[in-house]
């Protein structure tokens, strides 16, 4: 029981003490850089501090489960210390009387002892059966001599005893009354606890492939995208993720009403549903809701499948990708790396990448548009000077700071530079089949040396999202060479990707840079490379040293003849009574000599490399 009890304790004290003590605000991305992102703070800080934190089923079941078996733990320890043969052997305690008793008091607690717990008097009693053992036993060590020194040296009558464990078990367990109890409950654990809890283990485990997300859902992911998915069919795609199937099923009518209503507001932005299954309407409406920042319109149940959804959404937009680059679809997959864009700034296809800006709504978007100098994004909104800057006329000044402040410190201003080259190589040319590299180099301007970047600047998205930046190469047919996030959080960030050079010929690829978390901030570059011929390359010249390690065998070759060397000794031992009988019958050892032999002269005349190859396709087939 300890072996649950001491582990189960520990991580529900480590668990109190992150909810009251243990988590900073930056621990749990509750950070407020801007006015904007207070309420996300205070949210975040409300479930993940104090009792909101601790009010998870998981947490719950466990705690009774451990406070339950300790109570049981503490009440055997109080029997076993009180009645159990692990305390040590005291004969006056046991009788009862004082350690200054002369032999009459002994003898009359003797007798008063023996017919309490005499086993005629006390018939299926274990217990007293037991104790009337020990009353002999004690009575024993005080009056008989040889006991008595026995006591004295080795604190048992009985003289020098030998060390024995063994385990104490309630005397419940052990009273015939209870034996079929006891075994239906060693039944119920054995036969039905366990086993289920191994099965309930097991399938959930194997239902989650990479990243933990749902084999079930990489499977629908390649059934449902293709090369030309529109980034309107993903939120559709999205909903349809094996980890919302059982959440999003409406279980009432008024559930399914308030679907039907939230989806009246936000159908003329959704693409037709290819798919009419209750859990995808369900989903895709919720999505929606928050795309086009409607979340005020949900219930609160709602509200908590919509956050369900958006908890898991990083890592299924992850694999969302990640389908894309096992079909080599790349515009498909820089539309995913898109989905996962506006999924963490609450913003659709149809909405300014302005909207990003604190406090920043349809209105303030118009007064920029209207400008002399127009700034239709956020990058050419931020080159502008401050007094030139529109839109902020009704914002108080520290709305403004906030606003001036996300431009500057907070949304990354990056630069990105690549160079193409070959490791160890004497000159900067390309040859067919060399292993090139592509250098991408991202420099965020607007972080100071030596500071980490923080969280992403995402009020309306409910969990804190880390900034990470999508390397992607591609051809110009839209094949995927390499895609990758990079997680740097430093200044200077180098990404490198290898891939072999192909044929004689000049190519140009696709290098996209594209944020996780922010619109409008994507680089695209492209990379030039000139593969020349091989041929022209001076021949490789193999050290004579080198050469000479063709000759020695390998270790298959080294393994073989000492199995044959080791057949042929024994098979000459049980063969040397009958070669003069059978004179017809060759040696073994000779037919295994001479094939050495023609294996030498074969390598000798270079055929080594293609029995080696033999071998290996043998051992490839079996």
Known sequence: ??????????????????????????????????????????????????????????????????????????????????????????????????????????????????????????????????????????????????????????????????????????????????????????????????????WTYYSKSSKFGEKDVMYDTYSWYHH????????????????????????????????????????????????????NHPVLVKGNVLLHAHLLRKTDELSASALEDLKYMLRTSGSLVDAMISVCQHQENLSTALTCIEFGQMITQACWVRDSNLLQLPYFTSEEIKHVEKAKSKANDIKSYRALADDQKKGMADFTEEQKDDILKCLKDVIPDITVESKVFVDDDEDDKVYEGDLCTVQVTITRNNLKDGAKVGLAHAPRFPYPRQEAWWVCLGTKEGKIINIEKVTSTGKVVEHKIKFLAPRVGTYEFDLHVKSNAYIGLDEKQTVSLTTLDNSVLPEYKIHPDDAELDDEPTLFEEMLNANVEQDSDSDSDDDSDDEDDNPKTSSLADKKAEMLKARKAAAAAGDDDDEDEEVEEVYAEK
């Open 1 to 198: 029981m300890s072996f649950y009890l001491v582990p189960s304790w520990y991580s529900i004290l480590k668990r109190v003490y992150k909810a009251f003590l243990g988590l900073t605000d930056e621990d749990i991305g509750a950070v407020a850089r801007t006015g904007a992102e207070k309420r996300k703070a205070e949210k975040l800080k409300k479930e993940s501090k104090g009792l909101n934190s601790l009010k998870a089923s998981g947490f719950l079941i466990n705690l009774a489960v451990t406070v339950v078996l300790s109570i049981v733990f503490v009440i055997l320890l109080q029997n076993v210390s009180s009645d159990g043969e692990v305390n040590s052997f005291d004969p006056f305690q046991i009788l009862g009387i004082d350690e200054d008793a002369d032999g009459k008091a002994i003898k009359k607690a003797f007798r008063t002892k023996s017919l309490q717990y005499h086993p005629d008097k006390n018939p299926n009693n274990p217990a007293a059966e037991a104790t009337f053992r020990m009353v002999a036993k004690a009575y024993e060590a005080l009056t008989d001599e040889t006991a008595k020194e026995n006591f004295r040296l080795y604190g048992n009558p009985d003289g020098k005893q030998s060390l024995a464990v063994s385990i104490g078990l309630p005397s419940i367990l052990l009273d015939t009354d209870n034996r079929n109890f006891v075994l239906v409950i060693y039944l119920i654990f054995m036969v039905v606890l366990i086993p289920y809890g191994v």
């Open 224 to 275: 449902t995208m293709g090369e030309n998915t529109l980034i309107k069919s993903l939120p559709e795609f999205f909903a349809g993720s094996a980890e919302f199937r059982e959440r999003n099923m409406p279980k009432t009518q008024s559930e399914k009403e308030e679907i039907g209503k939230i989806m009246s507001t936000v159908r003329s932005n959704m693409q037709k549903p290819k798919y």
